[in-house]
T-cell receptor, first 110, second 114 residues
Framework: QKEVEQNSGPLSVPEGAIASLNCTYS??????FFWYRQYSGKSPELIMF????GDKEDGRFTAQLNKASQYVSLLIRDSQPSDSATYLC??????????FGGGTRLMVKP | NAGVTQTPKFQVLKTGQSMTLQCAQD?????MYWYRQDPGMGLRLIYY???????DKGEVPNGYNVSRLNKREFSLRLESAAPSQTSVYFC?????????????FGEGSWLTVV
């Protein structure tokens, strides 16, 4: 079992819709959770992080964490074509290693 | 703002050749990292350095060596390149390895081993 799992996609949503990206992790000792966005041929850039159970909102992005069920999700409201990218979930586990999932490719169609 | 700078950006190697990827950061960060990214695999940690003078193995260290030359620089060396090391390599840095410290990535180095 992978430490951090994501559906590779592609996830296709129409412009203006809500995109929902999901991630599960195996280590119950995981402490911090991150979402990165990566455009093709570019390096990952941090979108947001979350430590506590519940929701965290930042503009059009909402991260949701459920430690009991070991999943973290990212909602993108009012999706735009410029949001088309690969979204990487990352988790800090015991030992302070940042471990990434394989990423989900999002396509927002005009 | 240079941030994290890595060189070279592109390199083609023959099997068995050696090379060093260079990385430097100008953010006075304590921790530095080397990741590789293969299609569908996300980023996998090769080595990291929590602070100057220390290095530790990550998930996939075999075939690589690293040197933390000083606080700014962290190099990755392939002693005898193999086709399985064809990948995109990212250097990154952060203030420290504790929870919540944002990791900043360089632009990547595309390495092909033929």
């Amino acid at each position: 079992q992978k430490e951090v799992e994501q559906n590779s996609g592609p996830l296709s949503v129409p412009e203006g819709a809500i995109a929902s990206l999901n991630c599960t992790y195996s280590d119950r000792g995981s402490q911090s959770f991150f979402w990165y966005r990566q455009y093709s041929g570019k390096s990952p850039e941090l979108i947001m992080f979350i430590y506590s159970n519940g929701d965290k909102e930042d503009g059009r992005f909402t991260a949701q964490l459920n430690k009991a069920s070991q999943y973290v999700s990212l909602l993108i409201r009012d999706s735009q074509p410029s949001d088309s990218a690969t979204y990487l979930c990352a988790v800090i586990r015991a030992g302070n290693m940042l471990t990434f999932g394989g990423g989900t490719r999002l396509m927002v169609k005009p | 703002n240079a941030g994290v700078t890595q060189t070279p950006k592109f390199q083609v190697l023959k099997t068995g050749q050696s090379m060093t990827l260079q990385c430097a950061q100008d953010m006075n960060h304590n921790s530095m990292y080397w990741y590789r990214q293969d299609p569908g695999m996300g980023l996998r940690l090769i080595y990291y350095s929590a602070s100057e003078g220390t290095t530790d193995k990550g998930e996939v260290p075999n075939g690589y060596n690293v040197s933390r030359l000083n606080k700014r620089e962290f190099s990755l060396r392939l002693e005898s390149a193999a086709p399985s090391q064809t990948s995109v390599y990212f250097c990154a840095s952060s203030e420290g390895p504790s929870s919540g410290n944002t990791i900043y990535f360089g632009e990547g180095s595309w390495l092909t081993v033929v």
